[in-house]
């Protein structure tokens, strides 16, 4: 199955760049940047990758965050990102950006962006690999927050082809943002939101009808609610479905239990991304392998899947 993927064409389109941080790059930056680390070793890191849900993953995913301080770590860590990509036949990404994570810790907002998209443009001309940026709020914290944020963007607004709302989601539902993505949408970005999670299906109805969101990054609890998946199948309003992620973050309990075939085989628009691969247990290929493992998935599946991420690209 590995070199038959690794042949097949893919998108991803649901990724933190943050959440790529690998424990070995972790700890070089670390000590690039004298950042002394709860962590002994790389070992005792990657077994505190053992989380219950959401928030405790994303202590330890703020936790080390903080190694990042400067343009060329950020460069480092988006070039290990487009590597892997090359390795999987990865040959367009749409990664999320979070500001807020690094701005909140005095890192200028220009340093964290030139970092990243130096190392965007030199994958699309070295490795082949399309992009568009994606700026993500984080939820947690409020909406003013995040129209200060948008200000800060908006000198680099053609670095960005969307904004899109992360982090903790039970308790921060997409409206607690309709005025901020009403600004982001006037001055010409178009919309993406985390929806469907942990949060209830009304989240994703919310992010729809209130953010005018282009795709649902998630979703997996549409499945609940048969008005919402119907309107989502008659649509194709794309889902950015992560299965290893939802797996780890107790989403379901295991694999097999997972849904995106299921919505799949309903003529749902689902993709298959990784999240935050440096924590969740792999990349692009690995989420398909763990699906033709435990659902059972057929080669003729995987390319539907695969030709829905093309599809549901922002940039073409």
Known sequence: MSDWLNALPKAELHLHLEGTLEPELLFALAERNKVALPWGDVETLRKAYAFNNLQEFLDLYYAGADVLRTEQDFYDLTWAYLQKCKEQNVIHVEPFFDPQTHTDRGIPFEVVLRGIQGALKDGEKQLGIGYGLILSFLRHLSEEEAFKTLEQAMPFRDAFVA?????????????????????????????????????????????????????IDHGVRAIEDERLMQRIIDEQIPLTVCPLSNIKLRVFDHMRDHNILQMLERGVKVTVNSDDPAYFGGYVNENFQAMREHLGMTEAQAKRLAQNSLDARLVK
């Open 163 to 215: 904004v899109g709302l992360d982090s903790s989601e039970v308790g921060h539902p997409p409206s607690k943002f309709q005025r901020v993505f009403d600004r982001a949408r006037a001055e010409g970005f178009l919309t993406v939101a985390h929806a469907g999670e942990e949060g209830p299906p009304e989240y994703i109805w919310e992010a729809l009808d209130l953010l005018k969101i282009e795709r």
